[in-house]
């Protein structure tokens, strides 16, 4: 079977975005649930989501993912563990779970793909009742030859351990809004009881159609005769939240 590159580009991508905005913590509010809402260009929200943010924990609701073949879509949920060093995918519809160790070293690695980072600041603003400041983030990311170069505006709080709100170069938006800090209950950050551990994401996300995603994306993937170097993959798009944007990708 021949997988494209451009595939390994886009998870190497996703778990850049993931770890790096969610374990590395600062700023002075370590506790808080709030509202993730991705909006498109036209200002039309897209999908709302929650998150669950505590010491080296976090929690992210909200991610309807399903197989191309299917409009079902499942519940899924995912847990970020850093004091245990595992991060667990969670599809609430199969109760089921996907597990995987959380390497440091692998961390290090993917953060210093990103070769320039060029900040431009272009002023302040109150985001959510936070200070902020509003900066333009220009990226080059380079990922076993591929190369893009992308661009964002980011409003940033000293007081936050992420950013507030990201405009991405189409104009679509990802903001936390319903701030709400105080401690989380510990129990959000647990495996549901009964859940039955899977071996892969594929396995998690299969709709039971007879056609798996795996089976799709690699029928995909065969039938695709020209590689992507430039966007995110419409193979890994299907398997990813309705209007859910990579920070800063403009994808």
């Known amino acids: 079977m021949r997988i494209r590159f451009g595939w390994i580009f886009n998870i190497l991508l996703m778990a850049l975005c993931l770890f790096g905005a969610s374990l590395t913590v600062a700023g002075k509010v370590k506790d808080f ?3 993730q809402v991705y909006t498109d260009s036209t200002g039309k929200v897209r999908n709302t989501g929650k998150i669950f943010f505590t010491s080296e924990k976090m929690r992210m609701e909200g991610l309807g ?5 299917s409009e079902k879509q499942n519940d899924m949920v995912v847990v970020v563990r850093k004091d245990r060093g595992v991060h667990w995918m969670i ?6 779970y996907f597990e995987r160790g959380i390497d440091e ?10 070769k320039e980072a060029e900040v431009k600041v272009l002023g302040t603003e109150k985001i959510q009742g936070y200070k902020c400041t509003k900066r333009q983030v220009t990226t080059h990311v380079e990922i076993m030859g591929f190369k893009k170069k992308s661009q964002s505006v980011q409003w940033i709080s000293e007081d936050f351990p992420m950013p507030l709100r990201i405009q991405n ?6 903001e936390l809004k319903n ?12 495996l549901p009881s009964g859940y039955t551990q899977v071996s892969n994401i594929f396995e998690l996300i299969d709709d039971s159609s007879g056609e798996t995603p795996r089976r799709k994306m690699r029928q995909e993937e065969s039938d695709s005769k020209e590689e992507d170097k430039s966007s995110i993959s419409e193979s890994l798009k ?3 939240p309705k209007g859910f944007k990579l920070p800063g990708s403009g994808q």
């Open 169 to 174: 170069e189409d104009g679509s938006t990802t």
């Open 238 to 240: 299907k398997y990813l």
């Open 105 to 114: 070293k692998e961390m290090e690695s993917l953060s210093g793909l990103v």
């Open 65 to 69: 993912m399903g197989a191309p073949s």
């Open 179 to 190: 701030i709400k800090e105080g401690r989380q209950p510990g129990s959000l950050f647990e």
């Open 33 to 35: 649930s709030a509202d």
């Open 91 to 96: 599809n609430n519809t199969k109760k089921a």
